[in-house]
């Protein structure tokens, strides 16, 4: 496709659940970003990838959130045991190259609503 | 206090009105990313910029490094350009986001 693309848009867990939210980058982009936007804030970094490696995990809030990139494309956001406060807007976005000034692309996000 | 900071935070304005969004920041960064996002979530970059200014259409970018400030200008804006604006400074590798400023544009 020649955007970013996440699935699903809209996901809806009872608290316990295990959630999986998936991310299409542009083909051929290099590094992959994950985002957490709550209801009224600006979106929190959580997690980096150049190719299938993960350079940095630093804004993942806890050990429940695991993703990975294994083939250095599609990359996987889990959560583990949903809790109320992981509702939020899931962003993803990717660039061209590995580090310094280029533009991110983003996709439309997935929505999370844990009850 | 946070590192990225925007303001004002709500902005109301009527049609044709020029708008100005300010953006600081207390962080050394290798570029700073103005982004504007749609009721519903999309997000869309409108400027990536390290120095000096940039146009395109009727919006406006500059930043000034010695500072540590940038600003966003709509000129002639219209309806359409409601949104939120959000800066973005990007640090290492990752992007350090402000808090966003919620434009309104009034026919």
């Known amino acids: 496709g020649a955007g970013v693309s996440q699935s699903p848009r809209y996901k809806v867990a009872k608290r316990g659940q295990d959630v999986a939210l998936r991310c299409d980058p542009i083909?051929?982009?290099?590094?992959l970003f994950w985002y957490q936007q709550a209801l009224g804030q600006g979106p929190e970094f959580l997690t980096y990838?150049?190719?299938?490696?993960?350079?940095?995990k630093s804004g993942l809030p806890s050990d429940r959130f695991f993703a990975e990139r294994p083939e250095g494309s599609v990359s996987t956001l889990k959560i583990q045991r949903t809790q109320q406060e992981d509702s939020a807007v899931y962003l993803c976005?990717?660039?061209?190259?590995?580090?310094?000034?280029?533009?991110?692309?983003f996709g439309p996000g997935t929505r999370l609503l844990v009850l | 206090k946070n590192e990225v900071e925007q303001s004002p935070q709500n902005l109301t304005a009527q049609e044709g009105e020029f708008i100005t969004i300010n953006c600081s920041y207390s962080?050394?960064?290798?570029?700073l990313h103005w982004l504007q996002q749609h009721p519903g979530g999309g997000i869309v970059s409108l400027f990536m910029?390290?120095?000096?200014?940039k146009k395109h259409g009727r919006l406006i970018a500059t930043i000034n490094i010695q500072e540590k400030h940038s600003s966003l200008h709509i000129t002639a804006s219209h309806p359409r350009d409601s949104a939120v604006y959000i800066c973005?400074?990007?640090?290492?590798?990752?992007?350090?986001w402000g808090a966003g400023t919620k434009l309104i544009i009034k026919p």
């Open positions: 962080v050394g960064i290798s570029a």
């Open positions: 910029l390290s120095s000096g200014k």
């Open positions: 083909s051929g982009h290099v590094s």
């Open positions: 973005a400074v990007r640090s290492n590798y990752q992007l350090i």
């Open positions: 990838f150049q190719n299938e490696a993960q350079l940095d």
């Open positions: 976005a990717s660039s061209a190259a590995g580090q310094g000034e280029e533009t991110q692309y």
